[in-house]
Structure formats: structure tokens, C-alpha cells
């Protein structure tokens, strides 16, 4: 009997510790579906305006990302350092001429 009862108390606790984790996801494709019917609400907006308008929008959603944000090219070149560092492809201080 205290086997069976053991037995009932673990599966509650794996259901209860499962909800938490199905709500995150639950909540997790809901954020993720409103973020695609913004994005197509925004470019069905867009087809809408006439081409000055268009570009202020561009403009100004252009504010809203940060100038420190790396290029593909820049990820590119940042990983061929990474690796040319990893194999010793560089030069020391005193091989620089910092005058």
C-alpha cells in the first residue's frame, strides 16, 4: 500500500513540474505568433504609403538599431582572426612598429 501511494505522490509531482515548463512554451509561441502578425501587419502598412514615406519609415526604424551591431562581413572576419590567433597567425608587440 505505502508503495502505491509513493507512486501517486511522484507522478503528481512530474505533472506539476511539467505545467510550468508547458506554459513557457505556450507563452513562447504565442509571443513568437504575435511577432510574425506585427511583422506581416507592418508590411501589408507599408505596401500601403507612397515611396517618401517609405523611406522616413526606413529612417526611422533605422534608429531603433543599435550602430555597434556586427555585419555578416564583420562575423566573417572576426571568426578568420579567431582562427588564424588559435594557429599562432599574429604578431607580437615588439613586431609592430608603433611609432
Same mark, same amino acid.
Given at each position: =500500500?505505502?508503495? *502505491? &501511494? $509513493?507512486?501517486?505522490? &511522484?507522478?503528481?509531482? $512530474? ?6 515548463? *508547458? ?8 509571443? =513568437?505568433?504575435?511577432?510574425? =502578425?506585427?511583422? $506581416?501587419?507592418?508590411? !501589408?502598412?507599408? @505596401? #500601403?504609403? /507612397?515611396?517618401? !514615406? *517609405? %523611406?522616413? %519609415? %526606413?529612417?526611422?526604424? &533605422?534608429? #531603433? +538599431?543599435?550602430? @555597434? ?7 566573417? @572576419?572576426?571568426? *578568420?582572426? @579567431?582562427?588564424?590567433?588559435? /594557429?599562432?597567425? #599574429? #604578431?607580437?608587440?615588439?613586431? +609592430?612598429?608603433? &611609432?
Amino acid at each position: =500500500m505505502q508503495a *502505491q &501511494k $509513493n507512486v501517486r505522490v &511522484k507522478s503528481k509531482l $512530474n505533472k506539476s513540474a511539467a505545467r510550468p515548463r *508547458q506554459a513557457c512554451v505556450v507563452a513562447y509561441v504565442a509571443q =513568437m505568433s504575435s511577432a510574425v =502578425m506585427i511583422r $506581416n501587419q507592418l508590411v !501589408e502598412t507599408i @505596401d #500601403f504609403l /507612397h515611396e517618401p !514615406e *517609405q %523611406l522616413l %519609415l %526606413l529612417e526611422i526604424a &533605422k534608429r #531603433f +538599431i543599435p550602430g @555597434d551591431v556586427a555585419t555578416p562581413e564583420d562575423i566573417l @572576419d572576426i571568426r *578568420q582572426a @579567431d582562427e588564424e590567433f588559435a /594557429h599562432g597567425e #599574429f #604578431f607580437s608587440d615588439a613586431e +609592430i612598429n608603433w &611609432k
